[in-house]
Structures are given as structure tokens and as C-alpha cells.
């Protein structure tokens, strides 16, 4: 069926409806990395967005349960240029196509993603609507005004979970977590105690842990909604407890340590980016997915493209914008959750 | 860390001759070096034999040296040049090779020389088997079960504990020359044993078979410090066990989810890391497509065919980026070239697909040995861009000039659904996609296909989706051009590096045409490298570009070999990644409305495509498509020949075996045949007798032949070869080359010699007249390449190009005319005598220089190396020298004969040879070689008073023949010219093969064989030549 991305300027891109089929506004980003398109749909950092691949061949591996991030599809659609319908590895379970139609989540193909990309790079990210009615009678307004709004309570989890059974207790603040942030404590020992992004301190001191987790999410780290979560890692701060934040959970972070965050043009989303960590020289190829950014507060690792803050070092604590957990994208990080049970151990002597 | 302050003066090693596993790549890559090391202020001294070579250019580096790529010669020149370092890692296996040899030796520690880029004990730890297979434990890396061998015994036992099948890698050997598969003993023995003669170091891996296993390959990028990435992910169409250099390759990695990739991406760099490579370095993986267990096949630590694919596939230019790590930048210091914002540190990331397709040399071949293993047996390459695998692989199909425009091979339509799938099964060869593509229309399902070739069934849906739309993946409508930009539209690009993709909307071409305001001009590629087409034609290219560009035109380029220089992104205005294609072409010339095209320095490729492009109204630039027709057509240029009273050998075009009978009768035995059209003598032969006439046309006729196949009297006699230019009224002939095999062995296959030493002032007055004549009447504006045979002391024209030809890269650097500059500013109406270099023949220099061919037999298994009218050598060199033996001298020993003063020599010479041979083998007795000859030569010898050793053939005496000796290693040549025939089976023709494979120099020729003698006699040797800087040559155009 044919189909319609419309911007919130009025461009219209054609193309052709796949997955589920029904009118859907959101936040238009593009992700350019080549593989981990699964990890990507079940990025819940990606909530309230409509995500194009500017890799045109999307699917070829199928769909792969055990390699999600979240127990669902995170963005509400999913822009390719070509989906592939016979898909081939030896853990693939089915096709995107269908996969999608499942879950419930608008799909687009066929379109110049590559236009679309270079619009978006240019005029900065914009909100869209998918349609299959005429593209000319869409009604803007709605397209316009949309904002994500309580992302954190959609993607958090809203239950206490433990993980693993390891020596150290590690408390997770989860903001709309990866799985591979809780494999990558689990693996290093860890018991991992899950808490809804709306918890207090109190309720994280409760376990009495050694270190704490802050997770990716979606949405603007400055919205008034996140003004409490502010207030407890401030709390925590000031206890001294190691803890270790990735994307959101970093601009938090930064937010409780007095920092500001803005937001980027068309922000860093893919698997390529290089960041410089300030300590050593040396530069690591990182995962990243983020629309905002800490002003000027790259203290420990900067991006070598355009300089933006890639990680602040509080001392005991510390916070990263990219993802050290991977999943999608280069495992070369993945030293910093080992250092982070360097400091979770110091505290614990301590 | 920026630049190493204390490196001044570097030393830039080439490739050498162009060979199967070593071809144009290492052009672009030096070159790129050469660049960078400019953009610093360092002095270059570049060494290389090959003068086809941009790099050999006197604009590229500050001296020049085209000598033997030798440890000796090498030695010579840094204890002349001093430089402070050494780049080891562009020149190929050889530049490798060889920097090691210098290293090693405590040479370059003596002289104050620094191995730039990888340490010595990076390379060795990375190319010894053993070293590395050790290393890869330390750090974890699995590798395949293997064991090393030095000799057969080990071998046997070792192979018999892993269990076959097993494969065989010869150690430092090119493109895995000698190795293969066994799959029982008895030819493990035969594999081994070559393999062990083969390697440098006798020394062979004997590694169990993972057949069936995905191949993956990383190019990763390291510097000091320790930053590293990698580059470009690459898959292979064909599993494990056909070498990477003749598999179809896509880029990016396409069946791997994240997990494998990462894992696979993870090791990559921990490997690079634990060997602490320097600058670029390959990685070879296979992955078992059931499971995560995957294992390292081996690494390359150097810029390779591999990098310049992904160079040019994701627009990261790899050998800059090497090259400056190895003067001492980090990788975040370095600019990404293509986005001039961003910087080296980071990995490309594509929003397209690219697709290699090898260009293999069968065609030719008809009788060598066409499955695909272990070694590599393409010359060259294409690739495509596209936004989908089915559009990618038609255009590289397209453009692979195998003269199919789909997949539908019309050999395979008649074979019956058995045969095709016992063609599935069997060994893979240059047709298998062919074959699988046959094998989806006969409807084999995919099941049933992946089942026996064990190729992913994403690609063999891929070309199920071709079979069922063919018309969906070749219809234009919507074609708009997209950029290839390192980062998938992230960052503006500045590079104007274009492809197409069917069904798009924005035309990212059209921005930068429509503010261009000068006159446009396109230039068409020479296409894949093959036996015929090689390097020179980009060489060609790229000065017609450069030209052009001084000129003031705006200059674009369209080709589809990644391997070049013209496909760099900086060396045209514009440059289209297409196919050399007629439609493909007309796409581009429709947005780009061209004031006109050149067809005339892209070799066959080009200028094939003239009189389509003329009958679609473009302006072809240079000669007119009228005057490259006349050329081509037998009857018109019999008439103009006629007209203008030139002589040629008498002969007629024919369609049918009987009628070729018929016209050999006439003309006399023997005749010359080959199809109309042809390209570096494809499919030419020279007929003694009715039975070849026969055999030839069967092969002939297997495929349609549209055009006449020409049959002409073959004159035996002196070959003179002539490039000229002429602007429609002057004419400048800037040197005429004499070859030294009598003709009957093709140009490109013979020794060539400037100056002349057998043509006096009134034979090149006549000759200059000859070609002006021929000149004037095609109203030739341009380059033009002429053919004569001297007969019977008259000139007779044999074959006439209007084009760019294989001997003006060499010409140029010899004779100080810049015959590329002078033809494209003629081909544009500028006039001769305003150019600076006069009209006539230009004034001879002081110095001899001589071209040698040079063969890749050892790759080409069961093809007979005798030498005849079709072509066979992949590359050449030069040798340079103050007269003809000590250029003849130097250019024998680049070209890799051995040059032995002593030892025993073979001779099997046919009867019509052996008057002629006499004078040479009194050579080889006089220089007191011990000789050894079959009967009939020996019985001929004593005749004169020569005494020899009698040999028996190898059917003559199973234990005691020519066979066994040569294993003897007493041998230092053999004069083999028995027996005329393409067919292998000859007893002979086993004899050559052996040679080759053992690497004791053949000669099939007299010519050869008197030169060689002569050059041996001179008194030069390795130390006593002059060693020659280029920049420095004294020409009449020189000072």
C-alpha cells in the first residue's frame, strides 16, 4: 500500500506502507549504523521517535528474540529503504514484516532515505507523520506540536527485578535500561537490583548497594519530569556511593552536578562515532544514540567530530553519553563497566 | 603526535610488474603516498620497475628510480640516496618482502634507516605461520588446526592427523601462489611439493579444510598509540576455500547480525593490536554460518588489493591514512579527506552496497585450468555501487566486459539439468554465478543450492529476486546519482564521487553540475585489468585528466576498477563509479551534457564504445568515431591501405570453417586468425596447418561471433612497433621501438627496444611517412599506435590502433615527451608545432631502454607458456642503461630471470628452429653452461660439433627424463620451442609448466634465448650497472 512520511515542513516522501498500517506522529531521526537494526528497534531510548536507516538493506538477518534490548519495540515507526523479506542466519525466528505487524508498528520503505537523511541533517531534527491518506490534506498542526512527554514511566521498568547473584549489590535507576547494561553487571559479578526511574533514594539506599547504575532513556533530560530524579542522584552524590551513568543517565548526572544539556541539531545516533578519552589520547569507536548533550562538560572523554561532551569524571563517579554496553555497535568500551567495579570495590573496602 | 620531525627523506618501494595477486592497487596506493609525504616537505626517493605507473611519474617524487626491485639494486640506491626511513607497507608482497630482507640483514640499522610504519617484528610476527599461530594463543584468537611442514614427510603425517581434506599455504608466497586443496593423499603429495618448491622459505602450512565456512574480511587501521579501527567490513559471495581475490565480495558485511559482527569486528582489532601493526592491515576470518565459532585465516599488515577495494568502497582512502601514521600522526589528527570536518578516527559507515566481481583471464586462456582455490587467478576487478545486491551485481556483470548485459550465460542454456548440477557440485570456476543463476531459472530451489555450494541463501534470493523481476533491476526510470560519503549522509561531503541507485529522488550530481561553468568533458576508463589491458591505460587516463584540467576544462571520469588511480576521488573534477557500458554511459552523459567525450586513452574499453556513442549524437573528442571505425573494419582499411599504396599482409574475413579452409589454401600456410575487434591479441593464433585451422574455429564458434574472423598471411620478420601523435596536419613520432622476438609473438609479449638498433635513417624516414600518410587520411587527432613487420626489407603494416597504446606510459618516461599531455591537447585542436616538442621523429637520447614482459604462469596452472600471437604477459618493467646490454641486462633481472652464470641449460628446439638456435647455444658453450638436449636437438648438435647430455623425453623414460632433472635444481634455463599448438597435453608444454612452477627461466623464443645469452656475456651484473634517478634522464627535451 502506498504510503506517506510527511515533515512537520511539508515535504512529502513516498513510498510504501509495511508492518502495522495506521497514522503515527513522532520525532523523525535517522541511525546509521549497518548492523543491530534489532537492538535499535528495542532501544527504549528511541520512544516517541520514527527512526530511519540510511543503511538501505535492513533485515537481512531476520528477527532475533534473544538479541532485543527491551521486551518490545521502543520508537513508534520504522523508516527502510529495503526491507528484506527472505531473511538469512542461522538464529533467525522471521521477517521484519512480520515481526512489526506484531508488535503493532508502523513501517515505511521505498522512500530516498538518503534525502530524507541530508534533510534532517540540514534543517535539524523534525517531527513527521506517517500516513496513507493524500499527504496534501495532512493537517500539520498535530505534527508540529508534538513532544515526547512522560517517556521515562512509558519505558521504565515499574517493578523491582533482580538479576544475577553476584558479591556486589549494584542498584539500576532504570530510565528505559538495555538489557546489555544488566548482562555487563551481571557478568562482572554483580547482584543488579532494578528500580523504577521514580525512585527515591531512600528506596535505593534500602539495599544498601555498593555502586549505582543509571541507565539510557529517551526523551530532554531537562524536562520539568525529571526534576525529582535530579534531586535524588544529588542525594546519592552526596553519599558518596559510586555511580556510573550511560546517555540519559549521564546528562542526569551532569544536570544534578550543576551542568546544563541542549539539544543537538540531529544529535549521534549510530555505531561510528570517536570519542577521545582526555586521560590517555587514545580514541574509541562508540555506540551512541542521543538527540542532547551536556554543555561544555567533557571532562574525560570528548567526540573527535564536533567536540560535544562525551563523559565527565566526578571522581568516585562518572558518566559516559555513549554506550559502553553495546548492543548494537563496537564492544571497545566495555572497560569502563570494569572500572566502575574498580570504584564499586574501593567504596566497599572503604 | 604530529609529524616525526627527523624524517626528511623517505623511501618509497613499489610493487614491481603487475602479476595475478599484484596489480594496478599498488599504483594508487604509492601514489597516495607520495602525496602525503608532499603535503609534509619530504623528499622522495621512489623505487619501482613497472613504468606503466603513475608513481614512476617525474611530477611524483623527487628521484626516480625504475631499476630491479632487489635486495643488491635496493642497496645501491640507499647508500646513494641515504634516506631517513623507509615505507615498507605500500609496495605489495614485494615492498614487504623486500624491506624485511634489508632489515634483517642489519643493512637499514647500518646505513641509519628507519622501517617506517610496521616494526620488523610486527611483519614477521604477522607473515611467519608459526610465529603467528603463536601469537593468536596468547591472545585467545582461534585458529584453524594446522601444522607446519618443511618437507613432504611432515606434511603427509600432519595432514593424516588433522584428517583430509586439508589445505596447503606455500609461506610469503602472492596471492597464495602453489597452495590448494587435497583431499587425499595423493595429492596432498602433488600440492605439497609444489608449494614447498614454491615458498621462499620452503616452507608450507598444512591447515585442516573449514570448506563451507562464511569468509569475512576487516580492514583495520592502527596507529602509535594504539588507536585502531576498522575500515570496511567485507563478505564473501563464495564460502571458504575460492581466495578472496577471486570471489565475489560485498561490502558492507550483509548476513551477520550485530553479534557476530561484533565479535568478529572485536577480534579483528585485538589481533591487529597484539601484533602492534603501524598503519593499514587485513584481516581474513571465517565464521561457521551454524554457530559463533569462527577462526582467523590470516592477516596482511600493508595495504593490499583488499584496501583499495574498501578504499574506494567506502571512500576512506587507506594508504593516505597509512602513509601518515607511518610518519607519525595519530589517527585523530589526521582530516577525513572526504568531509574535510570530521577526522581518520572513525569508521565509515555505508548507505549502500558495493560488489567485487574478479575479472579472470579464461577467455583467453581456453585451456588452462579454470577452478577456483586457494590461489588466486584473477588479473583484475570491478566493482559496483547500489542501493540493493541485485542492482550492484548486474552492473558489475555489465561492466565486467564478459560481453553479457544480465546473468544468463548462453553457454549454459543447453546443458541439461544434470549437468548443471554437476557444475553446481564440482569445483567452482569463473562461471559460478553463471551457474547458480542457472541452476534458480532451471527452479532448483534455494535449499537445494545452498545445500551443495554453501553460498548464504540471502544471495541466492537475491538472484531468485533477479530471475523474477529482470526487467525491475535494468529499468533507468528514476536513476538519480548518490554520494559516496564515508558516513551515510551524516556530514556534508566535499567529494564528488558518485553512483547511481534505481528509484531515487534527489540527484546529488546535479547541484554541482548546474555550478559548473566550464566546459565539461567526460573520460572514459579502461575497465578491469586483464591480459591486454593493463595499467598503462590508466595511466593514460589519468594524464588526459590532468590535462584537461590544466586546460581549464572541468573534467569527469567514468570507470569501474577500484584498483586505479583515475577512480581516487580527487583526480577528477567528478567521478562516476558506473559500468563502461553503453547505457550506463549515456545516463551520465544525459545530466552531464558533456561538450564532449575521450575515448581514446581507455584502451579496448573505451574506445569500443565510439561508434555507439557517435550514433547517439555525443561528440566524441580526439580521432573521429568515422576515422576508429576505419579502423576496425577490415574492408574500409584494406581500402585506404590500398589507396594510400601501404603494404599489409595479404588476408580476408571469413564466417565458416569451410571458408577459413578455403582462404588458407590461397593464402598459404601459415596464416594468422583472430575475430574482429580484438584486445591484446585475444583468441589469435598462427595456423601451420588445416588441423589448427579446425580446432581454432570450434573454440571460435562456441561463442556467436558477430564479426568476421580474420585470417591473414603470416610474414615473419622484424616487429617495429610506433606511437605518434598528430593534430590532423603534423605529425610527432616521439620514439620507434624495434621488439626483439620476430613477429609472430605478440607485442605485448615481446622485448621491446627504443632506440631502434636495426632501423637506419631511411627506414624510420620511410616509416615516418607510412604513419603520417595513415595519420592524415583517418585525420587522426591524437595518439595513434602503428604495427610493422619488416619483410623482405619492406614495412608492412600489421595492425593500426587510433588510441592510446600499452607502450606510452614507457615511451614518455624515455624519451622526455609527454606523449599523454601532447595527445589530449591535440585531441582538443591544439597544434603540434605550438606544443614545444616539434613535428618528425623526435631526437634520439643517449641512453638504451628496453621493456620486458612479465608473466603470471605460476598461477595459471596447466597453461602453456610458450609465447605466439595471443597474448599472455600481465606486466612489465624497464631497464635502463648506456647501451642495449646493460638495459637488457637490467631488465631481465627486474622481470625476475635468474641470470645465472653457470649451471646446465635444456634444450628441446623444433626442427625449423634449429639452424636459428645454433649461434645462441654456442653462446651458452662459450660461457661453459653444461648442456643437456632431447634426441633430435642433440643429435643436431653433435652434427656441429657440440657436445650435450642425451635426455629422454618424460614418455620415454618414466625415472631419467627433462622432468626429473629440472627437479635436480641443476638447471638454470631451458630453450624449449618444440612443438606449435594450444594444446597442453604436449609433452613440451609439460616441461614449460614445470619450469615455471620450479622457477627456472623458459625461453620459447630464439630471439628471447640470444638476447638472454647476449646479456649474460656482457659482464653486467647486479653491482656493476648504473643505477639510473629518472628525474635525471637526459633527453633532447631535458636539461
Known amino acids: ?350 | 603526535m604530529p609529524l616525526d620531525k627527523n624524517i626528511k627523506k623517505v623511501m618509497v618501494i613499489g610493487s614491481g610488474p603487475i602479476v595475478i595477486g599484484q596489480a594496478a592497487e599498488f599504483d594508487y596506493a604509492g601514489t597516495q603516498a607520495c602525496r602525503v609525504l608532499r603535503e609534509d616537505n619530504i623528499e622522495i626517493v621512489l623505487v619501482n620497475s613497472n613504468p606503466a605507473t603513475i608513481m614512476t611519474d617525474s611530477n611524483i617524487a623527487e628521484k626516480i628510480y625504475i631499476e630491479p626491485l632487489t635486495v643488491d639494486t635496493i642497496k645501491r640506491i640507499i647508500e646513494k640516496e641515504r634516506p631517513d626511513g623507509i615505507l615498507s607497507g605500500l609496495g605489495g608482497q614485494t615492498g614487504l618482502t623486500l624491506s624485511m630482507k634489508l632489515a634483517r640483514s642489519g643493512f637499514l640499522k647500518e646505513m641509519n634507516v628507519k622501517l617506517l610504519g610496521s616494526s620488523p617484528e610486527t611483519i614477521d610476527k604477522a607473515e611467519d605461520r608459526q610465529l603467528f599461530k603463536e601469537t593468536m594463543q596468547i591472545i585467545g584468537q582461534p585458529v584453524i588446526p594446522s601444522a607446519i611442514a618443511n618437507d613432504l614427510d611432515t606434511c603427509i603425517n600432519a595432514a593424516r592427523n588433522l584428517g583430509y581434506p586439508v589445505v596447503v599455504r606455500p609461506a610469503f608466497t602472492l596471492g597464495g601462489t602453489g597452495g590448494g586443496i587435497a583431499d587425499t593423499e595423493e595429492e596432498l603429495i602433488k600440492i605439497a611439493s609444489a608449494g614447498l618448491m614454491l615458498s621462499p622459505i620452503s616452507q608450507v602450512l598444512i591447515e585442516k579444510s573449514i570448506k563451507g565456512w562464511k569468509e569475512i574480511e576487516f580492514e583495520v587501521m592502527r596507529d602509535k598509540v594504539g588507536n585502531v579501527l576498522t575500515i570496511c567490513p567485507m563478505e564473501n559471495f563464495d564460502p571458504v576455500g575460492v581466495h578472496t581475490g577471486d570471489s565475489i565480495v560485498i561490502a558492507p558485511t550483509i548476513t551477520l547480525a550485530d553479534k557476530e559482527y561484533q565479535m568478529l569486528r572485536t577480534a579483528s582489532l585485538d589481533i591487529v593490536s597484539s601484533l602492534g601493526v603501524e598503519g593499514g592491515c587485513n584481516v581474513q576470518l571465517a565464521l561457521n554460518p551454524h554457530s559463533f565459532e569462527y577462526a582467523v585465516i590470516e592477516v596482511n599488515p600493508r595495504v593490499s588489493r583488499s584496501s583499495a577495494l574498501a578504499s574506494k568502497a567506502t571512500g576512506y582512502p587507506i594508504a593516505k591514512v597509512a602513509t601518515k601514521i607511518a610518519i607519525g600522526y595519530t589517527l585523530d589528527e589526521i582530516l577525513n579527506a572526504v568531509t574535510g570536518t570530521t577526522y581518520a578516527a572513525f569508521e565509515p559507515t555505508l548507505d549502500y552496497v558495493a560488489v567485487k566481481l574478479p575479472k579472470w583471464p579464461f577467455d583467453k586462456f581456453v585451456y588452462a585450468n579454470k577452478s577456483l582455490g586457494t590461489q588466486m587467478k584473477a588479473t583484475g576487478e570491478v566493482m559496483s555501487i547500489a542501493a540493493t545486491f541485485e542492482e550492484a551485481i548486474l552492473k558489475a556483470v555489465r561492466g565486467a566486459e564478459l560481453g553479457l548485459t544480465d546473468l544468463n550465460l548462453p553457454r549454459l542454456q543447453n546443458k541439461s539439468d544434470e549437468k548443471i548440477k554437476q557444475s553446481l557440485s564440482e569445483e567452482v570456476t569463473d562461471q559460478r554465478l553463471f551457474v547458480v543463476y542457472e541452476a534458480i531459472k532451471r527452479g532448483f530451489s534455494i535449499d537445494e543450492i545452498h545445500n551443495i555450494t554453501k553460498i548464504d541463501r540471502w544471495f541466492l534470493n537475491g538472484l531468485l529476486n533477479i530471475f523474477k523481476n529482470p526487467d525491475k533491476y535494468l529499468n533507468n526510470s528514476n536513476l538519480v546519482y548518490k554520494m559516496v560519503d564515508t558516513c551515510g549522509g551524516e556530514f556534508e561531503a566535499k567529494t564528488p564521487y558518485f553512483y547511481s541507485i534505481q528509484k531515487g529522488v534527489e540527484n546529488e550530481a546535479l547541484p554541482f553540475i548546474e555550478k559548473s561553468n566550464k566546459k565539461r568533458v567526460i573520460v572514459l576508463g579502461s575497465g578491469p585489468i586483464r591480459i591486454g589491458q593493463g595499467i598503462e591505460f590508466d595511466y593514460a587516463c589519468v594524464h588526459c585528466v590532468w590535462t584537461l584540467k590544466e586546460m581549464g576544462y572541468e573534467v569527469i571520469v567514468i570507470n569501474n576498477n577500484p584498483e586505479t588511480v583515475s577512480t581516487d576521488f580527487d583526480t577528477a573534477d567528478r567521478l562516476y563509479f558506473e559500468p563502461l557500458f553503453i547505457d550506463d554511459v549515456m545516463n551520465i552523459i544525459n545530466i552531464e551534457k558533456p561538450f564532449g567525450v575521450i575515448v581514446s586513452f581507455g584502451g579496448g574499453t573505451a574506445i569500443k564504445l565510439t561508434k555507439e556513442l557517435a550514433k547517439r549524437g555525443v561528440n566524441i573528442l580526439g580521432t573521429s568515431a568515422e576515422g576508429v571505425d576505419i579502423c576496425e573494419d577490415r574492408d574500409r582499411f584494406d581500402n585506404l591501405l590500398e589507396k594510400l599504396n601501404i603494404k599489409r599482409p595479404k588476408g580476408f574475413g571469413i564466417f565458416t570453417i569451410e571458408k577459413a579452409l578455403e582462404v588458407a589454401e590461397t593464402l598459404g600456410y601459415p596464416v594468422v586468425m583472430r575475430p574482429s575487434y580484438v584486445l591484446g591479441g585475444q583468441n589469435m593464433i598462427i595456423a601451420h596447418s588445416k588441423e589448427d585451422i579446425e580446432e581454432y574455429m570450434a573454440i571460435i564458434l562456441q561463442n556467436k561471433q558477430e564479426n568476421p574472423i580474420l585470417i591473414d598471411k603470416y610474414l615473419k620478420g622484424l616487429e617495429i612497433e610506433v606511437d605518434a601523435i598528430c593534430d590532423g596536419e603534423d605529425v610527432l613520432i616521439p620514439g620507434i621501438m624495434e621488439h626483439i622476438e620476430s613477429s609472430g609473438v605478440h607485442s605485448g609479449d615481446s622485448i621491446s627496444v627504443y632506440p631502434a638498433k636495426n632501423i637506419n635513417e631511411d627506414l624510420a624516414n620511410k616509416l615516418f611517412e607510412i604513419t603520417k600518410n595513415i595519420c592524415l587520411a583517418l585525420n587522426v587527432h591524437g595518439l595513434i599506435n602503428i604495427q610493422y613487420v619488416l619483410y623482405n626489407g619492406e614495412a608492412f603494416v600489421i595492425e593500426v590502433n587510433p588510441r592510446a597504446s600499452r607502450t606510452v606510459p614507457y615511451l614518455s618516461k624515455v624519451t622526455g615527451v609527454p606523449m599523454c599531455e601532447l595527445a589530449t591537447k591535440t585531441s582538443m585542436g591544439e597544434k603540434l608545432k605550438n606544443l614545444g616538442y616539434g613535428t618528425g621523429i623526435a631526437p634520439i637520447p643517449n641512453h638504451f631502454t628496453v621493456k620486458v614482459p612479465v608473466f603470471s604462469f605460476q598461477k595459471l596452472t596447466d597453461l602453456d607458456t610458450h609465447l605466439g600471437p595471443e597474448m599472455k604477459s600481465t606486466g612489465e618493467v624497464l631497464g635502463i642503461g648506456r647501451d642495449l646490454e646493460e638495459a637488457l641486462y637490467k631488465g631481465l633481472v627486474s622481470a625476475g630471470f635468474n641470470m645465472k652464470k653457470d649451471g646446465g641449460v635444456i634444450l628441446t628446439v623444433r626442427d625449423k628452429d634449429k639452424e636459428s638456435m645454433l649461434p645462441v647455444i654456442k653462446k651458452f658453450v662459450k660461457m661453459n653452461f653444461k648442456l643437456y638436449a632431447t634426441k633430435g636437438t642433440a643429435s643436431f648438435l653433435f652434427k656441429n660439433n657440440i657436445d650435450v647430455e642425451v635426455i629422454e623425453k618424460i614418455y620415454q623414460n618414466k625415472d631419467n627424463n627433462i622432468s626429473t632433472l629440472l627437479e635436480t635444481g641443476k638447471i638454470s634455463y631451458i630453450l624449449s620451442t618444440s612443438d606449435d599448438g594450444r594444446n597442453p597435453a604436449l609433452d613440451s608444454a609439460k616441461i614449460r609448466r614445470k619450469a615455471s612452477m620450479l622457477g627456472v627461466t623458459c625461453l620459447t623464443s630464439v630471439d628471447t634465448a640470444n638476447a638472454l645469452a647476449d646479456s649474460l656475456m656482457s659482464g653486467y651484473n647486479e653491482l656493476n650497472t648504473e643505477i639510473v634517478d629518472t628525474t635525471k634522464l637526459k633527453t633532447a627535451f631535458t636539461n
Open chain 1, 1 to 350: 500500500m502506498t504510503a506517506y512520511l510527511v515533515l512537520e515542513n511539508g515535504m512529502i516522501f513516498e513510498g510504501k506502507s509495511f508492518g502495522a498500517s495506521f497514522d503515527i506522529i513522532g520525532e523523525v531521526v535517522f541511525a546509521t549504523a549497518m548492523t543491530g537494526y534489532l537492538e535499535t528497534l528495542t532501544d527504549p531510548s528511541y520512544y516517541g521517535q520514527i527512526i530511519v536507516q540510511t543503511f538501505p538493506l535492513i533485515g537481512n538477518y531476520g528477527v532475533i528474540s534473544e538479541d532485543f534490548e527491551y521486551k518490545n519495540i521502543a520508537p513508534k515507526a520504522y523508516i527502510v529503504r529495503y526491507p528484506c523479506q527472505d531473511p538469512s542466519n542461522f538464529r533467525s525466528e522471521g521477517d521484519l514484516d512480520t515481526f512489526l505487524r506484531k508488535q503493532n508498528i508502523v513501517g515505511l520503505h521505498g522512500i530516498d532515505t538518503r534525502q530524507l537523511t541530508k534533510v534532517i541533517r540540514e534543517n535539524g531534527v523534525m517531527n513527521g507523520i506517517i500516513t496513507t491518506k493524500n499527504p496534501a490534506e495532512v493537517d500539520l498542526k498535530p505534527v508540529k506540536e508534538y513532544t515526547i512527554i512522560n517517556a521515562l514511566s512509558a519505558v521504565s521498568k515499574n517493578e523491582k527485578i533482580i538479576d544475577g547473584n553476584g558479591k556486589r549489590t549494584v542498584a539500576l535507576m532504570d530510565f528505559g535500561a538495555k538489557k546489555s547494561i544488566v548482562d555487563n553487571l551481571v557478568s562482572r559479578d554483580c547482584t543488579v537490583h532494578t528500580f523504577p526511574y521514580n525512585a527515591t533514594a531512600e528506596d535505593i539506599l534500602s539495599i544498601n548497594p555498593m555502586g549505582v547504575m543509571l541507565s539510557n532513556g529517551p526523551g530532554d533530560p531537562s524536562a520539568k519530569e525529571n526534576d525529582s530524579i535530579i534531586e535524588t542522584l544529588q542525594k546519592l552524590m552526596s553519599l558518596g556511593i559510586p555511580i556510573f551513568g550511560i546517555c540519559l543517565g549521564h546528562q542526569l548526572l551532569a544536570l544534578a552536578n550543576g551542568y546544563k544539556t541542549e539539544k543537538l541539531k540531529f544529535g549521534h545516533r549510530g555505531s561510528n562515532q570517536p570519542v577521545k578519552d582526555l586521560s590517555t589520547g587514545r580514541v574509541y569507536i562508540t555506540s551512541q544514540n542521543h538527540g542532547y548533550a551536556v554543555v561544555n562538560g567533557g571532562n574525560s572523554f570528548i567526540n573527535v567530530n564536533d567536540k560535544t561532551c562525551e563523559g565527565i569524571d566526578y571522581g568516585l563517579s562518572f558518566s559516559v553519553q555513549f554506550h559502553p554496553e553495546a548492543h548494537g555497535g563496537p564492544l571497545d568500551t566495555s572497560f569502563l563497566f570494569d572500572r566502575f567495579m574498580e570504584r564499586v570495590d574501593k567504596y566497599a573496602i572503604r
